[in-house]
């Protein structure tokens, strides 16, 4: 997880969120993220 945090924090920075995103924003993002991509790997492997 930590490489992915790092990868957050450069694109969180690099845009006008920068200072608004909160941590829990951070993980109400990457629970969301976590679950598009579930949805869109279920979907392509079958």
């Known amino acids: 997880m930590g490489e992915h945090e ?4 450069a ?3 690099s ?12 993980e109400l ?5 976590a679950e598009l991509l579930s949805l869109f790997i279920a ?3 079958n």
């Open 11 to 13: 694109l969180a920075a």
């Open 29 to 33: 993002v990457s629970l969301w993220v």
């Open 43 to 45: 979907r392509y492997d």
């Open 6 to 9: 790092k990868e957050w924090k």
């Open 15 to 26: 845009t006008p969120f920068h200072g608004i995103m909160s941590l829990y924003d951070y």
